[in-house]
């Protein structure tokens, strides 16, 4: 059985600090291309950061500089390390799993090929109050 389960959200302050964990099983990691995206209420689902299986990776305008993210083979693990966190970054988080894609970049940035990703983990809830 596939999972991706994503851990580390929660209540910060606009300024503060928050890394999520996307903790993968029942694929062979080191061949899918692995994305975080966000909902935030009343807004469409939309691209964060990804990350291909050879290490490129992309970030979306409005938290390119405040966020990284990286991966931990070893651990079939994808981080998202968040700074300066600010309230519209509210949303729920979700991690997803592709075989690896040619360009990461349309993986991030188009719903029309994110929403039918393989693999959805169940999402992790940040909140940043003002």
């Known amino acids: 059985e596939v999972q991706l389960v994503e851990s580390g959200g929660g209540l910060v302050q606009a300024g503060g600090s928050l890394r999520l964990s996307c903790a993968v099983s029942?694929?062979?990691?080191?061949?899918?291309?692995i994305g975080w995206f966000r909902q935030a209420p009343g807004k469409e689902r939309e691209g964060v950061s990804c990350?291909?299986?050879?290490?490129?990776?992309y970030y979306g305008d409005s938290v390119k500089g405040r966020f990284t993210i990286s991966s931990d083979n070893a651990k079939n693990t994808v981080y998202l390390q968040m700074n300066s966190l600010k309230p519209e970054d509210t949303a729920v988080y979700y991690c997803?799993?592709?075989?690896?894609?040619?360009?990461?970049?349309?993986?991030?940035?188009?719903?029309?090929?994110?929403?039918?990703?393989?693999?959805w983990g169940k999402g992790t809830l940040v909140t940043v109050s003002s």
């Open positions: 029942g694929i062979r990691f080191k061949d899918y291309s």
């Open positions: 990350i291909n299986s050879d290490g490129s990776t």
């Open positions: 997803a799993a592709e075989p690896t894609v040619i360009n990461i970049a349309t993986m991030c940035i188009r719903p029309s090929f994110f929403y039918g990703m393989d693999y």
